[in-house]
């Protein structure tokens, strides 16, 4: 008996989560289009650009973003209707305990939060690249950049500094370079300009000089010919977007971090959050799944949309505190992990409690 339970309630759930998520998902692309219809008018892009490259992007993005949301509203819609119409009263009556109940809603959800892990840190970034480039060609057409006064440490030993740079160009005008040893400074080369070769993935320069210390020698090399020198540095680090982290898949934001981390740049952390982030958002689909049952279970007499007001209003006060959290992080006052982790803390606590309160 209990095994076709199971299966009745994993069937209801899955059918429901999957209509919620389709319901939500059309919606979300109805009230996108009517913000960016304009943009798709005016610009030259394609029917296929549009509905390959942006909303496939948009679909997968917006899902791994709700989808802890579309896991609540689906399980007290359809726990709610069940406890109207006695079926959990029944199930409870007939000697099935509530933690027993409890079994296939939590291996319902577990399933969607291996769904949710794979989204969060493999599939969502790798389609919102095509989604971001869309919007960043078509619809927001200032990307924002690193073009003056550039602080960057290229290697252990190794600092850059650039005054100016032209992204239209690639091109550079006053850079320096120096050259650590053991905390002294060994050489220090100067260049009025220079510009990026893309053939050799180098950099061009012109009218420079070089400057090595051997002790108290100094040695001063005054170029003017070109000369080509390879540094770790390209174009690309000039280019900063906020949601760049967006399309990067979990090991391209390790890689990222490493990288930033030995320039000394504080972008480090903002990959750090996004990475505990998708982690984080994958288990609140287990404690949102345990509210959701303690809620919808016991018949009420608002009914239907009483559970749902409960359920929207604890989706609204999640969003909320994820959004804290993410400041909380952002600024440096708990880590990383505190900081993307201190909702689900707080509402392990809520589940335990509503549980703890439910219809035995």
């Known amino acids: 008996m209990l095994k076709t339970i199971d299966r009745y309630l994993i069937r209801k759930y899955t059918a429901t989560f999957f209509f919620s ?5 059309l919606i979300s692309m109805a009230i996108d289009f009517s913000e960016k219809v304009k943009s798709f008018i005016e610009k030259p892009c394609t029917l296929r650009e549009i509905l390959i490259d942006y909303y496939l992007g948009f679909v997968f993005y917006m899902g791994g973003l709700l989808l802890p949301l579309y896991v609540l509203i689906a399980v007290i819609f359809f726990t709610s ?20 109940l409890l079994r296939p809603y939590l291996l319902t959800a577990a399933g969607i939060m291996v769904l949710h892990l794979a989204l969060n840190h493999f599939l969502v970034p790798l389609t919102s690249k095509s989604r971001l480039h869309f919007e960043r060609t078509y619809v927001w057409t200032d990307p924002k950049g690193r073009n003056s006064n550039v602080h960057l440490l290229v290697a252990p030993d190794t600092r850059i500094f650039v005054r100016d740079y032209n992204p239209n160009t690639k091109s550079i005008i006053g850079l320096r370079v120096d050259h650590f040893r053991d905390n002294r400074l060994i050489s220090l080369l100067d260049a009025q300009h220079a510009s990026w070769v893309e053939e050799k ?21 005054d170029g003017q010919a070109l000369l080509d020198t390879a540094l770790n540095l390209t174009p690309q680090d000039f280019v900063w977007f906020h949601n760049l982290n967006e399309e990067m898949t979990t090991p391209e934001l390790l890689a990222a971090m490493e990288r930033d981390r030995s320039r000394g740049l504080i972008t480090s952390r903002q990959f750090e959050i996004e990475l505990h982030r998708r982690t984080a958002d994958a288990f609140t689909t287990l404690i949102l799944t345990l509210i959701g049952v303690a809620v919808a279970a016991r018949k009420v007499r608002g009914g239907m949309g009483l559970h749902l007001a409960i359920g929207i209003g604890l989706g609204a006060v999640y969003i909320l505190l994820s959004k804290f959290a993410i400041s909380f992080a952002a600024s440096g006052s708990v880590s990383a992990f505190v900081g993307m982790w201190i909702p689900n803390f707080l509402f392990c606590a809520v589940a335990a409690w509503l549980v703890h309160k439910a219809q035995k």
Not at 21 to 25: K, M, V
Not at 84 to 98: H, K, P, R, T, Y
């Open 81 to 100: 209707r069940m406890a109207f119409n006695a079926e959990i009263l029944s199930l409870l009556n007939a000697g099935v305990s509530f933690r027993r």
């Open 21 to 25: 998520l389709l319901i939500f998902t």
């Open 201 to 221: 993935q180098c950099w061009r320069l012109s009218s420079y000089t070089i400057r090595t210390f051997d002790g108290l020698r100094e040695t001063l090399i």
